[in-house]
């Protein structure tokens, strides 16, 4: 025996002993900080959106701090925070979708024309739209699962073929609300509102809500939700452990399609006519309310809670700049920042897995 | 037998001057280069290119980019345009800067440019620019909100619905325009949102579509909710401050002013949602604008700029069924007729 090898073996032990240790004595406030964002991490979020409540409502008193502002808010978000739902459950499987806004406003013209140009009754052209939104869906999972393409690359040429389609079948010809409401009163289902003392809230709010909610619920209790989060993770091992990872990916972007013409739905009863041109950027607005909700673009971790944090936080940053009168250019440049402490944060919570 | 020979000689030598005439036609082509071909503004300005090339005789090609900003496709088509021999561009060109140095390519290669609709970055790199004068039609919404207010105008609230951030030259026209009109001291003429006047609730901005609006004027209503004048820079974002209006109660004792004369905005203001809308004219700029090349085309005759402006002013008339002293209007049933979209 020689003295190098009584070295490694010593270096073997010192590092058995190593593995055996539990570190969790030694942990600092920080790294209990760390752990409890990671296993809640729609906390960070909620703690800013409640922080920029307060302080807007410190600064604006009760201007800001009204059940009318709050609930305003939440009618402002409401698309986003529909579509942003539809991106989460992509974004969780590790892929992105960019077409959400184009399948959102094409479902929402299919709604409207299938009404006024072929006299369907609003109901059946209000399920031809959602049916339109699901089989773009359809076609977005079936081109990332099965012809296994890159989710961005495949969504982004999709983005361009349903905003085409929207403007070459609509003629970017708009419906207005005068007519819709005289004509079809449904299409604008979304947009009925009802008042709790002073605080507003429109069905689209309610929708909006209920379905994160439900979604939230899912994704934790069920076995498709759980499988979400395993392809998300690690697509291979999910895979081997007996998942269906194609069939789960395809119903995903199905439901995200789904979704989307719902926000097409409530886009309508928002803005009270069909219009081609609205709507163009709600896919940017959705992948930031998620990035700002604590989902990680890498997939697999995060929560649903959080995307609707994500959207309040820039409704709430939009409304309360605008009424301290600051440049509109200064929304876009806080959620910038906050886009990018965002991710930093979501980096240093990866640090307790890693 | 006889007559048919002669019958077959006839037709041979119609045919032969029909492909004559034909040629000779072809001697003379223009192109329409617009920001897309969806849009119903350039869906417009084809129709009155297209309707002016064949009464003059002439060949025309279109071409579109695939969305708004699609700048590339644009270079190609002046390309194309070269290529071919055409005579003279029409471009609604959509980044006013880049497009510069293909603009001069095409008038090196000795064809006439004329800028449509968007004038170009500087004015002068295309030969011509047949357009509407946006400050005027922004003058002729404020006049109007001002008479419509008498006494009332000095305590007015006004919401400014803008186009965007970046403040495009149109956005910045029309909404200075507008204040002018109104009587307000608009500061630095190259901006909008340094005006001081307390009548001013102040500026946002809406992407000129509904969602926009209606976002726009929810955020100026809950910082006053006493606004009673909203200009919008366009007819969409109209009709979205309108629903937000709705939403509170408040649509019926605000006077909303627009910009554009589409036919879903003069819809809106038959019945009453818009007070009055300044209405341009695609039609006529595009049907302008090919007449001005075959021209060129046949004696080298430059287009020259309306007096007074560095551009030709192809008209923006007022339209309101409410109409003022002093400001010249037209009916909502004359707008109707020349209505586009």
């Known amino acids: 025996m020689t003295d190098t090898d009584h070295y490694e073996s010593s270096v073997r032990e010192k590092r058995a002993e190593k593995v055996a240790e539990f570190e969790s004595h030694s942990k600092g406030v920080m790294s209990r900080v760390q752990h409890a964002l990671h296993v809640t991490p729609a906390l960070v979020p909620l703690i800013v959106l409640i922080a920029s409540i307060v302080i807007f409502g410190l600064l604006l008193g009760s201007r800001f701090f009204s059940p009318f502002a709050l609930t305003l808010i939440l009618q402002q978000v409401q698309i986003v925070g529909i579509v942003a739902a539809a991106q989460s459950l992509v974004i969780l499987t590790a892929g992105i979708d960019l077409s959400v806004g184009a399948i959102m406003v094409l479902s929402s013209v299919v709604m409207g024309q299938f009404t006024f140009r072929y006299g369907i009754p609003a109901p059946i052209a209000v399920l031809c739209g959602l049916t339109v939104g699901t089989a773009c869906g359809f076609v977005n999972g079936w081109l990332v699962s099965v012809m296994r393409l890159p989710p961005f690359i495949v969504t982004l040429g999709s983005w361009q073929i349903f905003l085409a389609t929207n403007y070459l079948y609509s003629a970017n010809e708009t419906i207005r609300a005068q007519e819709i409401e005289a004509n079809a009163p449904i299409l604008q289902l979304f947009g009925a509102k009802f008042e709790i003392g002073g605080a507003v809230f429109t069905v689209g709010v309610v929708f909006m809500i209920a379905l994160i909610v439900v979604l939230g619920w899912v994704l934790r209790q069920t076995a498709w939700g759980r499988h979400v989060y395993a392809v998300g993770d690690d697509a291979e091992a999910a895979q081997l452990s007996g998942v269906n990872v194609k069939r789960t990916l395809i119903s995903v972007y199905m439901l995200s399609g789904l979704i989307c013409a719902f926000a097409g739905w409530a886009l309508i009863g928002r803005i009270g006519s069909v219009s081609p041109t609205s709507g163009y950027d709600a896919n940017i607005e959705s992948i930031t309310a998620v990035v700002i909700g604590g989902i990680s673009l890498f997939g697999g971790r995060g929560s649903i809670m959080g995307s609707l944090f994500g959207a309040l936080i820039v409704g709430v940053f939009s409304l309360g700049l605008r009424l301290l009168g600051a440049d509109a250019q200064w929304t876009y440049f806080f959620i910038g920042v906050l886009i990018i402490a965002a991710v930093a944060v979501d980096q240093w919570i990866r640090k307790v897995s890693a | ?341």
């Open chain 2, 1 to 341: 037998m006889k007559t048919l020979l002669a019958g077959t000689a006839l037709a041979l030598v119609a045919a032969a001057g029909g492909a004559q005439a034909e040629s000779h036609m072809q001697d003379v082509s223009a192109c329409l280069i617009t920001k897309t071909d969806t849009n119903p503004f350039f869906v417009k300005m084809r129709e009155g290119a297209q309707q002016a090339a064949d009464e003059l005789g002439i060949s025309l090609n279109a071409y579109a980019g695939t969305v708004d900003g699609d700048h590339e496709t644009q270079v190609d088509a002046i390309e194309t345009c070269i290529a071919n021999g055409a005579s003279g561009i029409l471009i609604t060109a959509s980044d006013t800067s880049a497009i510069v140095s293909a603009v001069e390519q095409a008038r090196d290669a000795g064809l006439l440019v004329i800028a449509l609709d968007t004038p170009l970055n500087p004015i002068d790199a295309a030969d011509a620019t047949f357009a509407t004068d946006n400050f005027k039609a922004g003058e002729l919404i404020g006049q109007w909100a001002r008479a419509q207010l008498g006494d009332e105008a000095e305590n007015a609230k006004i919401a400014m619905l803008d186009l965007g951030v970046s403040q495009p030259s149109v956005d910045v026209l029309r909404d200075q325009g507008f204040l002018t009109g109104f009587g307000i001291d608009v500061k630095d003429p190259n901006k909008w949102g340094d005006e001081d006047d307390p009548r001013i609730v102040g500026n946002d901005v809406t992407a000129g579509n509904e969602e926009g609006g209606r976002t726009a004027m929810e955020n100026l209503l809950a910082k006053d909710p006493e606004i009673n004048v909203v200009y919008t820079i366009n007819e969409p974002a109209a009709a979205g401050a309108y629903e937000a209006l709705k939403a509170i109660g408040r649509e019926n004792d605000v006077l909303i002013v627009s910009i554009d004369g589409g036919c879903p905005g003069v819809a809106n203001v038959a019945d009453g949602i818009i007070g009055a809308t300044s209405q341009q004219y695609p039609l006529d700029m595009a049907r302008l604008g090919v007449e001005a090349i075959a021209q060129y085309a046949e004696d080298g005759t430059l287009p020259e700029n309306t007096e007074g402006k560095d551009f030709y002013d192809t008209g923006v008339k007022l339209v309101t069924d409410k109409p003022v002293d002093g400001v010249e209007s037209v009916s909502v049933e004359e707008g109707q007729n020349l209505c586009w979209g």
